[in-house]
């Protein structure tokens, strides 16, 4: 059963830093694209960021570009996202998601919650 | 902004057929086969509904149909339940490094 739990979303102060993590269970995700898609309350969703296979090839939306990174551990079939700087716009709701190599996305966890606000 | 045009809202009586459009260019929707639409309840994770602009992945109800013409895909939902009212989203293979775009979302209101 392919299956993404997030973790680490939290309430931080404009400027802070916070770990979201991603454990995945199941055949699918070996060396696939992993991401990480956001939703601001109230509003759409926003693919940004992902690598792929095992790491090589990062990409990061212009939005969060210099202050979050990526990364895996495909031993322990895990995604971070490490994000710094964070803004009051960085608010939303964080989801795990395995795309395909064609932008489908057939896996997503349930998602964690970050606010930023002081 | 959106990279891709969803209407905001759509809605239908139960037992009706509604379509919503999504709009892009020749380098998402009308350059790829590749759109998907998705299903979100409210507090929910998005469900993968139609991949490859009309395909149904194992369990989706055929009441669910996708197509495209041009640069602006659609998506079908005829024979209206409750249970459809939900906010859908579109998305498209950018064949950049971007990888997908998404719609800004339509609210389905079953009346």
């Known amino acids: 059963q392919e299956q993404l739990v997030e973790s680490g979303g939290n309430l931080v102060k404009p400027g802070g830093s916070l770990r979201l993590s991603c454990a995945a269970s199941?055949?699918?995700?070996?060396?696939?694209?992993m991401s990480w898609i956001r939703q601001a309350p109230g509003k759409g969703l926003e693919l940004i960021s992902y690598?792929?296979?095992?790491?090589?090839?990062?990409y990061y939306a212009a939005s969060v570009k210099g202050r979050f990174t990526i990364s895996r551990d495909s031993a322990k079939s895990s995604l971070f996202l490490q994000m710094n700087s964070l803004r009051a716009e960085d608010t939303a709701v964080y989801y795990c998601?395995?795309?395909?190599?064609?932008?489908?996305?057939?896996?997503w966890g349930q998602g964690t919650l970050v606010t930023v606000s002081s | 902004q959106s990279a891709l045009t969803q209407p905001a809202s759509v809605s239908g009586s139960p037992g009706q057929s509604i379509t919503i459009s999504c709009t892009g260019t020749s380098d998402d929707v009308g350059g790829y086969n590749y759109v998907s639409w998705y299903q979100q309840h409210p507090g929910k994770a998005p469900k993968l509904m139609i991949f490859d602009v009309s395909d149904r992945p194992s369990g989706v109800s055929d009441r669910f149909s996708g197509s495209r013409s041009g640069d602006t895909a659609s998506l079908t939902i005829s024979g209206l339940q409750a249970e459809d009212e939900a906010d859908y989203y579109c998305s498209s293979y950018t064949g950049s490094g971007t990888l997908v775009v998404f719609g800004g979302g339509t609210k389905l209101t079953v009346l």
């Open positions: 998601a395995s795309p395909s190599v064609r932008g489908i996305i057939a896996y």
């Open positions: 690598v792929r296979g095992s790491g090589t090839y990062t």
């Open positions: 199941g055949s699918s995700f070996g060396d696939s694209y």
